[in-house]
């Protein structure tokens, strides 16, 4: 399939929204980075709004939204409540937000209600590429790539926003390995899923399509994250996992949160959307013949 | 007319009309106009004879009429040639004065027949270049596809039993299902692809005998894959099983043939004058008998012994065989006499309806079937011996060894066993003789064969077509599926015909001219009649360029040999080709491409009318617009044995500045008489007064006089036939024409034996009620099936050993034969080693209709370039993979096509694609050199006899296609005017530009 | 209720390819876009050949298989594609947004956007014609009579294609009204195992493909 940057975009974005809110959160459980949890939360929903926007590129009748959307079993649809809640989550994190002041306070209920809706966000949005007729995208490290994600994004940039706001803590480091760890083994167990998938394609040794004579009929690997042209991305997509990964021991080292929170969010970023790509290019449907 | 042409408005109408998306299959189809514009076309059921079929290019063909890029004014050039030619639009009347000009001057200074004339396959109405342009310049010229298309089958049948023998009524249904050479799911070659796969089905046994695996030949329960160019090899074996299974139908062999005929082999030819199919004047009606045999017939001598050669005043139409029975069984000779149709002894008359067999009761394909007249031989006493040798005396008293014409068969297959022909064709010979002997075995008690053999292209693509395709014949006259059911019945006969609306009135070939005006008949000042000296078609035609090489072409008439018409543009010999017109055909279709583009640039003046721009048309110096079958009014009959009979009725308006052919050709004999060539008249229908009108005209003309004088024309007027045919649909010719056509076995009736067109075509002899009297048999020389052809032994061997002494050997000629074609692998002259892979090529294209259509996005996104079918073994060592370009290359020339791999085709062996051009690329070449294989071909590597040119089973080198090989580095194909590259997929935006564009034909 | 569908008889399929324009001439579907194709399947090698001659192949025409539980139509979020009464599966280009799930979430990779409308479309089994009673265009065209459209609730025996007609009423209506022949009728005997579907994923393909004395290709 060709790369369908709109929706890379959007679930990129996403995931790091929910993954700052998660991790927002966590902070507010753990009582720390009272400062930071204010800019987090506006963090978090431009993040949303902007991979909201994205999305629209991608639809060619976006008006049409209004007349009669929101049929059930779409996977879209479920994304939209998803985040939908969310953001009402959002609003209401930051009522009490607005409440507690400078000494932000939200409940505790509250905080665990947000990450519980921020991981459903990113798991419906995973479930509703899960389709059965693309098997590099069906499968369930397929929507855990994504929470990969969102754990990467969410401690790293909220060290970040601590870091501006003077609040380290040694939560930053704590979760900021974890995440980041998280996030490098996710993102190559989904590749080593997806290049699983490789028997999964119905294969005829010889056929041919009338209207496409020079098209090569030799297996391509195209299917194959590993092969072809999607190895440089899925090389990428590894690569700066595992340097977000670094980005979180070298802040623990060095403590300088500010530097290693940006770096760390960038290598999420980079290895999100670079994964994404991969995801597109290997997205071939199980019968690759019309 | 408003039935005829919707005028605008909104509505909708339904017109039934004849498909001429190509120029094959007469498939009825109906097309919906709205608002005056054709918007769909599909097949009509009515349409019995294609049963509903409307093919790929045929439901695309609409978009041809609404076409952007179509030719929409008469153009001229003013570049060079060989340049962008700098079209201009001119009027018709500048047109016309050009051309009357030009021509006149080349007359003038070079004679007639430095004019030539080209024409392709096309459609039914472009006959100008085939015969009457030829009357209208006095030239036996032609540059015509009929050479490597039906042309051989055609001419091997006329010469041997009748006209088109090959053709099948496939429809019948046959028992055992013979493909030969030939794919009709996609070229619906006179039987449409779902007449095809009913019939498939429907037999029992399925034989396809085809070198690649095709859509239909899939299905096949025997598929012989034999080498391309052996079909002759096969057809040998086939009769030496035939022979060695006694599968032969010796009641008609006996009866029919002249394979009982004593051969006197050291006996100096003679002979004297024999109607035949060709013959002109041959044909009697009831108030105009025909000119005796003695007068009008042609001159032929043979070996054959006659009753001339025994009796002083004998008749040299009266031929011996050789009676066991006679003398108490001691046995002698017995006469077959050709001028009652009558063996000796017996008196055969006609058989009633009620001693017929009614065959397929209740469907479309009901018809008569009569026994074999065998008992009157037995009731004669006469037991035809087919074998031995006998003494006979000829009348100046030398005693000579006669034998019969059989035993020279015999003979000739007699080493052609199965495993000789598994050497030549690579087959397994367990499987061709199991694949023949099923064939040939008859169910008991079955009295016609199992079907005939569905002969269709490839044979006549091989460079010894002559011997190849008349080893096929004999094996539908030896099993008996001759005019059988489902047999092998050459063309339908209706008393409708197309062409006769076409033809310039009482103007006429300049053979029947010759022969009138010596017979008195024309007078011509200066020129005693002498009507004892009537001269031969040959005589008259032998000018011929080619007619010293090729001397049967002279008698035919049809074709000059390509290569020889390019060499006479070109160097001048044996006279200058100086100009000419094409009507309807591509250059690239045969001989070599760049040989006859050369030649093309050399002409002094090129006359093209066409709808659209071709490579073809960029050497002209002048266009004429022509029109597209939505647009125009004509009689539609079967050209294969389908039998049936409908029209292409006007759908659609006419745009801009185009015309009808017929009105073209029209215009042309105009303005030749009007610079002063007394052949450009042109008389109405009845012969008696100017008839220079518009062809509507003309059809009301045709019915009005033809419903007079033929009963089965039950018109009387055009609109009647129109109207009866857009409400009842396609009219069968076995019903109208029960005789002529509905009756299988004709030689037994006497309604085989008459002139060679469906509808002017006339009974040898008749008597006052217009019925068939001494009139059995068929239209050849000696009025029976031939195995040994007189025409064959007068021009094929004795003509060309006078001109070119001890060219061919007699005998080995005298019954076919295989001899590698002179530039197929085994003709010695390529190196095999440099050219190791036998290509084939002709395979037709679903959506092309050879060079045309490939503008037409329907069909262009549906088969966007030019593939090369290859083993995938042979890819592989070649380093080929799918979808890489390959070059295909001979000492000719090399062209480029698209590796396509196809386990269907054997390795060593391929299969390319015909015709390719560019629309999308600029002019003058559109790109032809790059693609098209006729670019490849050695053009001299002609059949010997008739100069059918090998394109089936040519030795060459392929290898990948890279940026080092390639011009200015492009593997994929460019042009070499300006690098534009070509289409070579569905996605290509270009093909969006070719959408029909409705408002050029009103602007225009 | 009714579950329409097509049945191809792969051995009456020669790859004439004129369903393929047979569809374009009544659908406007876009040059370069199809909704239906004709694939080749082979030329292979027979399992245990010995020589070139023991090769085999078909044709496969492939369009929009009118599913059972339709993967386009679960994922679709403005309901635009829908299953229908008469249990083929369309779309309403007035809802769709052009997301192309749908596209993504088909099996066979039937559906496109088109670029002009910006929605998707595909194969509508003429759904304009066979309310009307008639066959579906690529049926009524085709070459070798290899195509039957009917009830699959009544039995693919009963899918019907157009007869030849000879003694029957002539008229333009009857090409589609009237003047057909089963597939029990015209089609040589078949077993159960002959009839094949495309790939299942779930989606179960309503389409079906008879394939006689034939490898099917390509899993089921
Ligand atoms: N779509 C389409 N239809 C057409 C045409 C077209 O251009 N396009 N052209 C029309 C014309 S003018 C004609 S004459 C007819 C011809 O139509 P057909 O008689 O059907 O002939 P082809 O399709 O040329 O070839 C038939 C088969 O011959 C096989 N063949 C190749 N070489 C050999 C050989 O050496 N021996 C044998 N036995 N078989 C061989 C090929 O593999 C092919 O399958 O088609 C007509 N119909
Ligand atoms: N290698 C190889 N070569 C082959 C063959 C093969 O099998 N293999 N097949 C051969 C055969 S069988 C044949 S018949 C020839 C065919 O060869 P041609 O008949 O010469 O080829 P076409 O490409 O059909 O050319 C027809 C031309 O007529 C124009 N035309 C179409 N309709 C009309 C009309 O109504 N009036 C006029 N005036 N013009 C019209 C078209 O635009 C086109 O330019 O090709 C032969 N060439
Ligand atoms: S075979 Fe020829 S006449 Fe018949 S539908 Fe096709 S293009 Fe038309
Ligand atoms: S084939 Fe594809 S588009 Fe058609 S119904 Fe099934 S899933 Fe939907
Ligand atoms: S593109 Fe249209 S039909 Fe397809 S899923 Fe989206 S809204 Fe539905
Ligand atoms: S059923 Fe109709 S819409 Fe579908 S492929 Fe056939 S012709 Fe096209
Ligand atoms: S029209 Fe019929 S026979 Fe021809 S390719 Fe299509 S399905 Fe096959
Ligand atoms: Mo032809």
């Avoid at chain 2, 020279?408 to 080493?415: F, R, T």
Wanted: charge should be negative; charged fraction near 20%; glycine fraction near 10%.
């Amino acid at each position: 399939m060709e790369l369908q940057w709109p929706l890379i975009l959007f679930t990129t974005l996403l995931a790091w929204a929910a993954g700052l809110f998660a991790a927002q959160c966590v902070w507010a459980l753990r009582g720390k980075g009272a400062r930071a949890q204010m800019p987090a939360l506006i963090t978090s929903a431009v993040l949303l709004v902007v991979g909201g926007i994205a999305v629209f590129f991608h639809l060619e009748h976006w008006e049409r939204i209004f007349n009669g959307f929101g049929h059930m079993t779409s996977g879209i649809t479920q994304e939209l409540i998803a985040i939908v809640v969310l953001a009402v989550v959002m609003v209401v994190y930051f009522v009490y937000l607005r409440r507690g002041g400078d000494e932000a306070k939200v409940p505790t209920w509250l905080s665990i209600v947000g990450i519980v809706v921020a991981a459903i966000l990113v798991i419906v949005m995973g479930h509703s590429y899960m389709m059965a007729s693309l098997p590099a995208w069906n499968s369930l490290l397929q929507i855990a790539s994504l929470l990969g994600a969102a754990c990467g994004f969410g401690p790293a940039t909220m060290a970040l926003i601590c870091a501006v706001r003077d609040e380290s803590s040694d939560l930053d480091a704590k979760a900021n390995l974890i995440g980041q760890a998280v996030n490098v083994v996710l993102v190559v167990a989904y590749l080593i899923a997806m290049q699983a998938t490789a028997g999964s394609y119905t294969a005829v040794e010889f056929w041919f399509d009338p209207t496409s004579p020079t098209m090569d009929i030799t297996p391509d690997g195209s299917t194959a994250p590993f092969s072809g042209a999607s190895l440089a991305w899925a090389v990428v997509a590894i690569v700066a996992a595992v340097a977000g990964l670094g980005s979180a021991l070298a802040g623990r080292a060095k403590g300088d949160w500010k530097v290693w929170g940006a770096v760390g969010a960038a290598c999420v970023l980079v290895s999100a959307l670079a994964l994404r790509a991969v995801f597109y290019m290997t997205g071939v449907s199980i019968y690759p013949f019309f | 007319e408003d039935a005829e042409a919707p005028s605008r408005g909104s509505e909708i109408k339904r017109v039934r009309t004849c498909c001429r998306g190509c120029g094959k299959m007469e498939c009825g189809v109906w097309v919906t106009v709205e608002n005056g514009r054709a918007i769909k076309s599909e097949g009509d059921q009515s349409s019995f004879q294609s049963s509903g079929n409307h093919c790929g290019k045929g439901q695309a063909s609409i978009q041809a009429a609404y076409h952007p890029d179509r030719i929409y004014h008469p153009l001229k050039r003013t570049n060079p040639k060989g340049e962008d030619p700098g079209w201009v639009r001119i009027t018709w009347d500048e047109a016309m004065d050009t051309i009357g000009e030009k021509f006149t001057e080349i007359i003038d200074q070079y004679g007639g027949q430095s004019i030539f004339n080209m024409c392709g396959t096309s459609r039914q109405w472009v006959y100008g270049p085939y015969c009457f342009y030829k009357w209208l310049f006095d030239t036996p010229n032609a540059h015509v596809a009929s050479e490597i298309c039906k042309g051989p089958r055609r001419l091997m049948g006329s010469i041997t039993s009748v006209d088109g023998a090959p053709w099948m009524a496939l429809r019948d249904g046959p028992r055992v299902y013979v493909q030969w050479g030939t794919a009709p799911e996609n070229s619906n070659y006179d039987d449409s692809c779902r007449n095809l796969v009913d019939q498939m089905n429907n037999a029992d046994v399925h034989i396809c005998i085809d070198p690649r695996l095709s859509g239909s030949g899939k299905e096949a329960d025997y598929w012989l894959n034999l080498r391309p160019g052996t079909d002759g090899a096969l057809a040998l074996c086939w009769q030496h099983i035939i022979l060695k299974h006694d599968l032969v139908d010796w009641e008609f062999v006996k009866r029919w043939s002249n394979a009982s005929f004593l051969v006197v082999e050291d006996m100096e030819p003679t002979g004297g004058r024999y109607y035949e199919l060709f013959t002109p004047m041959a044909g009697s009606t009831a108030d105009s008998p025909a000119p005796p045999a003695d007068v009008v017939g042609t001159k032929l001598k043979t070996r054959l012994l006659k009753e001339s050669d025994v009796v002083e005043g004998g008749s040299p139409r009266k031929f011996y065989a050789w009676n066991k029975n006679a003398n108490g069984g001691q046995g002698g000779l017995v006469l077959w006499d050709v001028d009652t149709t009558q063996w000796e002894g017996c008196n055969h008359v006609a058989p009633t309806r009620d001693q017929m067999e009614v065959m397929y009761a209740g469907t479309s394909q009901e018809g008569y079937l009569p026994p074999i007249s065998y008992n009157e031989l037995v009731e004669a006493g006469i037991d035809l011996d087919m074998h031995d040798s006998h003494e006979v005396t000829l009348a100046d008293g030398s005693k000579h060894t006669a034998r019969p014409v059989w035993s020279y068969l015999e003979e000739s297959v007699a080493d052609c066993t199965p495993e000789w022909c598994a050497e030549i064709t690579g087959l397994d010979p367990a499987l061709v003789e199991e694949a023949c002997v099923v064939w040939a075995t008859r169910p008991e008690g079955q009295t016609y064969g199992n079907g005939g053999i569905h002969l269709q292209l490839a044979p006549d693509q091989i460079g010894n077509c002559t011997q190849s395709v008349r080893a096929i014949l004999h094996l539908m006259y030896m099993t008996g599926n001759f005019d059988g059911p489902a047999g092998n019945r050459g063309l339908t006969r209706s008393p409708l015909d197309e062409q006769a609306t076409g033809v310039p009135g009482s103007n006429m070939p300049q053979e029947v001219k010759a022969q009138l005006i010596s017979l008195g008949v024309i007078p011509v000042e200066g020129v005693e009649p002498d009507p004892m000296n009537v001269p031969d078609r040959i005589e008259t035609l032998s000018n011929m360029v080619s007619a010293d090489r090729f001397p049967l072409l002279a008698y035919y008439n049809e074709w000059s040999d390509a290569t020889r018409i390019w060499n006479a543009c070109i160097e001048g010999d044996p006279y200058p080709l100086k100009g000419g017109i094409n009507e309807s055909g591509s250059f690239m279709n045969m001989s070599n491409a760049n040989l006859a583009w050369e030649a093309l640039s050399k002409l002094d003046f090129w006359v093209d009318i066409n709808m659209f721009h071709h490579p073809g048309t960029e050497m002209a110096d002048i266009i004429l617009p022509c029109q597209h079958w939505l647009e125009l009014n004509n009689i539609r009959v079967s050209q294969g044995a389908s039998g049936g009979i409908g029209l292409t009725q006007r759908a659609i308006e006419p745009p801009a500045d185009t015309k009808f052919d017929y009105d073209i050709n029209r215009l042309l004999f105009e303005t030749m008489e009007r610079h002063g060539s007394p052949n450009g008249t042109w008389t109405n229908i009845a012969g008696d007064g100017p008839g220079a009108y518009h062809h509507d005209d003309r059809l009301e003309d045709w019915f009005q006089n033809n419903s007079k004088t033929n009963p089965k024309v039950k018109w009387e007027h055009w609109e009647d036939f129109r109207q009866d045919f857009q409400e009842n649909g396609w009219i069968n010719a076995k019903e109208i024409e029960p005789d002529r056509w509905g009756t299988y076995r004709r030689f037994e009736t006497g309604w085989m034996r008459m002139g060679k067109d469906a509808c002017t075509g006339k009974l040898f002899t008749c008597d006052e009620k217009g019925e068939p009297v001494n009139n059995f048999g068929c239209p050849t020389p000696t009025a029976l099936v031939e195995f040994w052809p007189l025409l064959f032994e007068n021009y094929c061997v004795d003509r060309a050993n006078e001109i070119e002494p001890g060219r061919y050997d007699l005998l080995h000629e005298m019954m076919p034969h295989f001899d590698e074609p002179a530039s197929g692998p085994g003709g010695g002259q390529v190196d095999l080693e440099e050219y190791p892979i036998i290509l084939t090529t002709g395979r037709r294209i679903p959506v092309y209709f050879h060079s045309e259509h490939r503008q037409l996005p329907w069909c262009r996104e549906l088969w966007p370039a030019p593939r090369l079918e290859m083993n995938p073994a042979d890819a592989e060592k070649l380093g080929l993979k799918q979808g890489d370009w390959a070059w295909i290359e001979t000492e000719w020339g090399k062209v480029r096509q698209c590796v396509d791999l196809y386990h269907g085709i054997a390795p060593g062996w391929a299969n390319a694609e015909h015709a390719w051009w560019f629309p999308e690329l600029p002019a003058p070449t559109h790109g032809f050199t790059l693609s098209n294989i006729e670019c490849i071909w050695d053009p001299y590597g002609q059949d010997t006899h008739i100069s059918s040119h090998h394109m089936r089973g040519v030795p060459v080198k392929i290898y990948k296609a890279t940026p080092e090989n390639c011009p200015d580095g492009k593997v994929i194909p460019c042009a070499p005017e300006d690098g534009t590259q070509i289409i070579c997929d569905a996605s290509d935006p270009r093909l969006k530009e070719w959408l029909p564009n409705y408002d050029i034909r009103e602007e225009a | 209720m009714a579950t329409n569908a097509i049945v191809t008889d792969l051995n009456r399929c020669v790859g004439c390819l004129a369903c393929m324009v047979a569809c374009k001439a009544v659908n406007n579907v876009p040059i370069g876009s199809y909704w239906n194709k004709v694939l080749r399947i082979g030329p292979s090698l027979k399992p245990g050949a010995t020589s070139a001659h023991d090769v085999e192949m078909y044709y496969l025409p492939v369009q929009c298989q009118h599913c059972e539980n339709p993967e386009c139509v679960k994922v679709c979020p403005t309901q635009a594609s829908h299953v229908t009464e008469d249990g083929t599966v369309q779309i309403d280009k007035s809802k769709c947004i052009g997301c192309q799930f749908c596209a993504m979430a088909c099996p066979y990779g039937v559906r496109y956007l088109n670029e002009e409308e910006r929605v998707v479309e595909k194969c509508t089994l003429c759904e304009q014609i066979t309310a009307q009673g008639g066959l579906p265009q690529c049926v009524i065209q085709c070459g070798g009579r290899a195509r039957f459209f009917g009830d699959l609730e009544q039995g693919i025996d009963t899918f019907e294609a157009p007869a030849v007609g000879y003694d029957v009423d002539r008229s333009y209506d009857n090409l589609y009204t009237g003047n057909r022949v089963t597939l029990g009728e015209l089609a040589v005997e078949y077993g159960d195992a002959d009839v094949h579907h495309l790939p299942d994923v779930g989606n179960g393909p309503h389409f079906a493909y008879i394939l006689r004395d034939r490898e099917w290709k390509g899993g089921e």
